[in-house]
Nanobody, 124 residues
């Protein structure tokens, strides 16, 4: 599995960005893709996912209502629309792919494949 994250950048607080994760190498329908983020000096943190187990969306409480995850099965991509961005959202954003059970979807260790990350910087 190969994952390519894109769409990061520098934006002012209150602005928007759209991240994309392109999936290749295996059958896309067999993998859950999730977004995580990691700020300097902090652990990798769950952001959002849309598991293939039940097709429901799951979000970190810190982003709920501002971020929207979506999956395009025709293009083998998972997107993260980020609105009302805050300086606390500043981090490197990573997409991960795996086959986690629902109780483990928020754990980075549940995903065996990772993209290279894309930097999101929100200025105040």
């Amino acid at each position: 599995v190969q994952l390519q994250a894109s769409g990061g950048g520098l934006v002012q607080a209150g602005g928007s960005l759209r991240l994309s994760c392109a999936f290749s190498g295996r059958t896309f329908s067999g993998y859950t893709v999730a977004w995580f983020r990691q700020a300097p000096g902090k652990e990798r943190e769950f952001v959002a996912t849309l598991p293939i187990n039940n097709w429901r969306t799951y979000y970190n409480d810190a982003v709920k209502g501002r971020f929207t995850i979506s999956r395009d099965n025709a293009k083998n991509t998972v997107n993260l629309q980020m609105n009302s961005l805050k300086p606390d959202d500043t981090a490197v954003y990573y997409c991960g792919a795996g086959q986690p059970i629902i109780s483990s979807i928020r754990s980075p260790s549940s995903y065996g494949y990772w993209g290279q990350g894309t930097q999101v910087t929100v200025s105040s």
